[in-house]
Structure formats: structure tokens, C-alpha cells
């Protein structure tokens, strides 16, 4: 069960890359907006890093939510990535309306 979770988590980690990848390299390929790209990758990578490091907690066991370990501070401070710079809930906002917008054009 261990190795499940662990091949769940660098699986989740890759394509969280892949989606980081593909806004930068769609921006550097000079694409006027990258709206959609950057909202999918913002959203997926936090709530793929949220998954991540309880998954780390549970592996852990104890030690994971010892206060000061590293794994601890690592699970508080993941979380407030989902909420500023847009949070989770704005990003599918965001998502749904390019998504919407390419399908009517
Ligand atoms: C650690 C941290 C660092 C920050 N750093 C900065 C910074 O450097 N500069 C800066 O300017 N700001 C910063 N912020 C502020 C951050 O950008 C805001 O907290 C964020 O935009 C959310 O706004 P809010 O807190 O007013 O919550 P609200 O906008 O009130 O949102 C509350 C909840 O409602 C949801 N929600 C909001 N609108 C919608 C919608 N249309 N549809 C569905 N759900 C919605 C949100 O997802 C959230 O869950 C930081 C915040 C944190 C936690």
C-alpha cells in the first residue's frame, strides 16, 4: 500500500509539471493569452501539492504532524496556495469560461 501511494503521488507530480510545462511553453511560443493554460496548471499543481503532502502525513504517521517537523510545516504551508493568486474555485471559473469561449468559436 505504501508503494501505491507513493507511485500515486509522483504520477500526480508529473502531470501537475506537464500542465506547468505546457502554459510555459505556450507562452514562449509567443500565444497572446495564456489564460486557460496558466488557470489549469495553477489549479491542478496546488491541489495536486494539497494531495501530496497529506498523503506524506499518512506515511509518516506520528511524525507527520509533530509540530517543526518538516513534513508538518510543509502540510500548513501548502495550503494557502490553493487560495491566494487566485483560489481553486476561481481557476475552474476561469477554466469553464475559455473552455465555453473555444467551444462557441
Ligand atoms: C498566505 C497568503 C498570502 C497572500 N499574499 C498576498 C499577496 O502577496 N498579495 C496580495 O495581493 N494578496 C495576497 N493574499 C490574498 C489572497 O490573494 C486572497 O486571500 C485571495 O485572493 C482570496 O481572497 P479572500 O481572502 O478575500 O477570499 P474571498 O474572495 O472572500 O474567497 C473566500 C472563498 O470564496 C471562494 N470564492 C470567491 N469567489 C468565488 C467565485 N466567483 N466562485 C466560487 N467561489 C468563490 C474562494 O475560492 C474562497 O474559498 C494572500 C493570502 C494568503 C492566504
Do not use: F, N
Not at 502525513?57 to 507527520?64: A, S, T
Amino acid at each position: 500500500m505504501v508503494q501505491a501511494m507513493i507511485a500515486e503521488m509522483a504520477l500526480k507530480i508529473d502531470a501537475a509539471a506537464l500542465l506547468i510545462y505546457c502554459a510555459a511553453w505556450t507562452k514562449d511560443s509567443g500565444a497572446a493569452r495564456v489564460t486557460r493554460e496558466a488557470a489549469m496548471a495553477k489549479l491542478y499543481a496546488t491541489d495536486t501539492a494539497q494531495e501530496v503532502i497529506d498523503a506524506a502525513v499518512q506515511l509518516h504517521g506520528g511524525w507527520g504532524v509533530v509540530h517543526g517537523h518538516p513534513i508538518e510545516c510543509l502540510y500548513r504551508d501548502i495550503r494557502a496556495l490553493r487560495i491566494y493568486e487566485g483560489a481553486s474555485e476561481v481557476q475552474k471559473v476561469i477554466i469553464a469560461r475559455q473552455t465555453l469561449a473555444q467551444e462557441t468559436t
